[in-house]
């Protein structure tokens, strides 16, 4: 028996912000288009642009927290009133991040929405990527702050983030026009997807963490089995090139 689902559709409209470092500058408060605060609570850190060993390219944002402070809010790097963002609309957000040790850390939408993904790092210098949805805009404003928060219950670390892009994503319901014809489902912890049309996907965890991909392009019916994933992120992408996001409720 096919269990409920909660789908969500959306194109990507475009690109409304991004920062590689590549041409990234360094005062007393900012690194790059971000600006780097620190507003008290007993909590420390130094950052700087990495060069050496960076993620990507020849630089990288590097912070060293040597102490996160009594709350999340004590040390944040903000994309703070960089562009408008429209009522109604969802934002992806996705970015390459680096830890010395394991510890949790923020990502944060404020002003024109409340939106928290907690990203737990794995630590050990692996290089993680992620692309987070937010929740949809509340309302239109130019002064919404996108943040990565690390303080408490973060743990002294040094951090390294790179290759950050966030997109604008289409409202949220079906394009009659592209994947009309496709559906996914969950029936207990097997995901399915079926489609007439040929497409390629990736399942992604609400982390942002890829579970599955599938880079050929295929039809007709697929089942993956999910386990542990409460909902989880299909992104369907045509051989024309076009995308589609399907959030799914799994049981």
């Not at 971000?34 to 960076?54: D, H, K, R, S, V």
């Not at 949790?104 to 692309?131: C, H, M, P, R």
């Not at 990565?148 to 670390?157: D, E």
């Not at 040094?158 to 950050?164: L, N, P, Q």
Request: charged fraction near 20%; hydrophobic fraction near 40%; charge should be negative.
């Amino acid at each position: 028996m096919a269990c409920s689902i909660s789908v969500s559709l959306f194109p990507t409209n475009g690109v409304v912000y991004s920062e590689n470092f590549e041409n990234a500058t360094v005062t007393a408060t900012t690194l790059g288009n971000g600006a780097a605060m620190n507003y008290g609570g007993g909590a420390a850190w130094t950052f700087a642009l990495e060069e050496n060993y960076p993620i990507a390219g020849t630089k990288s944002a590097y912070f060293n927290i040597t102490n996160p402070g009594t709350d999340w809010w004590t040390l944040q790097y903000r994309i703070d009133s960089k562009f408008a963002v429209k009522e109604g609309v969802q934002y992806k957000v996705s970015f390459k991040i680096q830890s010395s040790v394991v510890t949790e850390i923020k990502f944060k939408v404020e002003a024109t929405t409340d939106f928290t993904q907690i990203l737990n790092l794995k630590g050990g210098y692996t290089i993680e990527e992620y692309s987070i949805i937010t929740s949809a805009m509340d309302r239109d404003g130019d002064n919404s702050n996108f943040m990565f928060a690390f303080g408490s219950p973060a743990v002294p670390a040094e951090i390294w983030i790179d290759d950050i892009v966030i997109e604008e994503l289409g409202a949220t319901g079906l394009d009659k026009n592209t994947f009309e014809n496709v559906k996914v489902w969950s029936e207990g912890n097997k995901l399915i997807i079926d489609s007439p049309e040929l497409y390629t996907f990736n399942v992604f965890n609400t982390a942002g963490q890829t579970i599955f991909s599938n880079p050929q392009s295929i039809s007709g019916k697929t089942s993956l089995d999910i386990v542990r994933n409460d909902f989880v992120f299909v992104k369907l992408t045509s051989v024309e090139g076009f995308s589609k996001t399907v959030k799914i409720q799994m049981h």
